[in-house]
């Protein structure tokens, strides 16, 4: 547990090699420090130090109201700072590639590479029709969103309880906007139980930072993508209807110098079959 302003904590887990080079795992939506990562074993043979934290609001990390995307800079240093570290990578899948962003941004001198896996743009994203190609759950979360916090609140307390007793109901209730290629990647026994770790450590106090990712995602994130000026590498399921293609094209376009990898046929779950990769290249 490190502890932050304001009497905040943040759960904080560390894997790999603890020589290794570090890289922060920014993990999904909604989501926990123990969602899928690799093994340690490769973690080792990669040479990397893992480090995942809960976001605030998720798991044992103290909510911060009102956080936005750019929050997380600010913990991913009081974090590297309580473990002394100067430089580091920073990952993000889904719904951690956003706060993957920030820390790109505002932590130039810190950050030496960032890699975002089936990120999202920023809602005010110009020239980006935001929810083409979403799928109607998402749509319909976003733009709730987008009319307040007492609109999303109760119905996402309500399913993150359902989720905590039975954490498969999630993947069950994705099943029908799940794509053949996304299908496939579920149905793996040891990403599933992965997955039911995650969501259920993610719930363990409530829905808090779930509803607070929502919210921030749908707001202003506080930077702006063209002011990233570390090496960045972004990869997304060219089948992906839950953060659709074109965000990471978006990506793309405004950060300087970034790198985009379209892979045909894969989707939204298939960025697990990628992680090892993006680690590798984060590390440097």
């Known amino acids: 547990m490190v ?30 420090r123990v969602g ?6 490769v973690l080792y043979r990669l040479g990397v130090r893992l480090i995942s934290y809960d976001r605030p609001g998720y798991g044992d990390s103290t909510r911060q109201v009102g956080r936005r995307v750019s929050a997380a800079a600010a913990d991913v240093r009081i974090i590297a700072d309580d473990l002394g570290l100067d430089g580091f990578a920073v990952l993000g899948r889904s719904g951690g590639g956003p706060h993957a962003l920030a820390c790109a941004a505002l932590l130039p001198e810190r950050v030496s ?13 110009t020239g980006l029709d935001w929810y083409a190609g979403m799928t109607p759950s998402n749509v319909r979360a976003y733009r709730e969103a987008e009319r307040g916090h007492d609109r999303i609140a109760d119905t996402m307390e309500f399913r993150s ?34 997955l039911q770790s995650n969501y259920r450590e993610a719930f363990r106090h409530g829905a808090d930072g779930w509803i607070d990712d929502v919210l921030a995602f749908t707001a202003d994130w506080g930077f702006k993508c063209e002011d990233i000026a570390v090496p960045t590498w972004l990869w997304h399921g060219a089948d992906d209807q839950f953060s659709p293609v074109e965000h990471s094209r978006w990506l793309a376009d405004h950060i300087p110098g970034a790198e985009l990898f379209l892979e045909p046929g894969a989707a939204h779950f298939g960025a697990f079959r990628v992680l090892t990769t993006a680690l590798a290249w984060a590390a440097g």
């Open 161 to 194: 309880r359902q989720i905590k007793d039975d954490p498969v109901r999630l993947l069950k209730g994705l099943r029908p906007e799940l794509s053949p290629a996304d299908r496939m990647v579920v149905a793996d026994s040891g990403l599933r139980r992965m």
């Open 113 to 125: 590479r960032v890699a975002v896996l089936v990120g999202l743009a920023p809602r005010n994203a």
């Open 3 to 32: 502890k932050a302003p304001g009497g905040r904590a943040l759960a904080v887990e560390s894997l790999g090699d603890p020589r290794g080079r570090p890289v922060f795992l920014l993990h999904g939506m909604p989501g926990s």
């Open 36 to 41: 899928p990562h690799p093994r340690s074993t």
